[in-house]
T-cell receptor, first 112, second 109 residues
Framework: DGGITQSPKYLFRKEGQNVTLSCEQNLNHDAMYWYRQDPGQGLRLIYYSQIVNDFQKGDLAEGYSVSREKKESFPLTVTSAQKNPTAFYLC???????????FGEGSRLTVL | GQNIDQPTEMTATEGAIVQINCTYQTSGFNGLFWYQQHAGEAPTFLSYNVLDGLEEKGRFSSFLSRSKGYSYLLLKELQMKDSASYLCAVTDSNYQLIWGAGTKLIIKP
């Protein structure tokens, strides 16, 4: 079945460590997005990519990095520069006629 | 600035009807989305409105008034599985998605 796979689902990190969240899609879609979700706040865009080898910063890019070497893969690295990284991270593609987003299951990162 | 307002939490009874409101102030408008998000899970798409009026899809309907910057999601014949957060999101003039914080809907038997 076509879909978006995020891993790991849960991740614990010590302060000062970089971690990479995986996002793989077999939907053959060009555009991919990374969002961050915190309690009581709307989803915030970290990075997005419209095509291989190109990506753009969202409103929340500081402390994060991405790569888009393959169409299927859009990994997100949470660097030690991100001061408050504990959150729920969502990867998405926009698939529908209206451009609605289809999300992976999410990755919950906790900094210890 | 751009802003989307939704009630933080609502409670309703199984079998009843509930209306979740969303008001928005954005730089332009190119469509409004509603998503459902169960606790600990990813959001899933419910509806899309770009023209004024009501869009019906089974037990769920969504209404839009562009002149008022207002939308609502109407859920009929509520079921326990409808307990979730409902997210309103607007596409602005640059086709950027602006998200509300979501409304947590609690269904009681």
């Amino acid at each position: 079945d076509g879909g978006i796979t995020q891993s790991p689902k849960y991740l614990f990190r010590k302060e000062g460590q970089n971690v990479t969240l995986s996002c793989e899609q077999n939907l053959n879609h060009d555009a991919m997005y990374w969002y961050r979700q915190d309690p009581g706040q709307g989803l915030r865009l970290i990075y997005y990519s419209q095509i291989v080898n190109d990506f753009q910063k969202g409103d929340l890019a500081e402390g994060y990095s991405v790569s888009r070497e393959k169409k299927e893969s859009f990994p997100l690295t949470v660097t030690s520069a991100q001061k408050n990284p504990t959150a729920f991270y969502l990867c998405a593609c926009n698939l529908g006629e209206a451009g609605e987003l289809f999300f992976g299951e999410g990755s919950r990162l906790t900094v210890l | 600035g751009q802003n989307i307002d939704q009630p933080t939490e609502m409670t309703a009874t199984e079998g009843a009807i509930v209306q979740i409101n969303c008001t928005y102030q954005t730089s332009g408008f190119n469509g409004l989305f509603w998503y459902q998000q169960h606790a600990g899970e990813a959001p899933t798409f419910l509806s899309y409105n770009v023209l004024d009026g009501l869009e019906e899809k089974g037990r769920f309907s969504s209404f839009l008034s562009r002149s008022k910057g207002y939308s609502y999601l109407l859920l009929k014949e509520l079921q326990m599985k409808d307990s979730a957060s409902y997210l309103c999101a607007v596409t602005d003039s640059n086709y950027q998605l602006i998200w509300g914080a979501g409304t947590k809907l609690i269904i009681k038997p």
